[in-house]
């Protein structure tokens, strides 16, 4: 359900909404894609359950900020991972 509530709030933004939305934040993030979808569980994994981050967080806002973590921590996994030849070969 939050896959798909994400996606039809994404879809309406960029459908109805495109004058007001930035889309160079849109057209960062494609070649880093598949990147951020490879790398983000095993981010969340290791955050959840050997940093147990769940003890230091307020459980209404730790969702908000383990996203924003690991997008950020995915994100720079997946360029260091494009600069090398395997990683271009496997994620683009």
């Known amino acids: 359900m ?3 509530t994400f996606y039809s709030i994404t ?12 889309v160079f934040s849109f057209q960062f993030l494609i070649p880093y894609s598949y ?3 490879v790398f983000h569980q095993f981010v ?4 959840i359950y050997k940093l ?8 209404g806002l730790a969702p ?3 996203f924003i973590i690991t ?4 994100l720079v ?13 496997l994620i683009g």
Not at 11 to 22: C, G, P, T, W
């Open 52 to 59: 147990d981050i769940y003890q230091y967080l307020n459980h």
């Open 77 to 89: 996994v997946t360029n260091f991972f494009i600069k090398t030849k395997i990683g271009k070969f």
């Open 2 to 4: 939050g896959v798909l």
């Open 71 to 74: 997008t950020i921590v995915s």
């Open 64 to 66: 908000i900020i383990l």
């Open 11 to 22: 879809m309406f933004y960029v459908y109805k909404r495109a004058e007001s939305i930035n």
């Open 44 to 47: 969340l994994m290791f955050l």
């Open 35 to 37: 990147g951020l979808y």
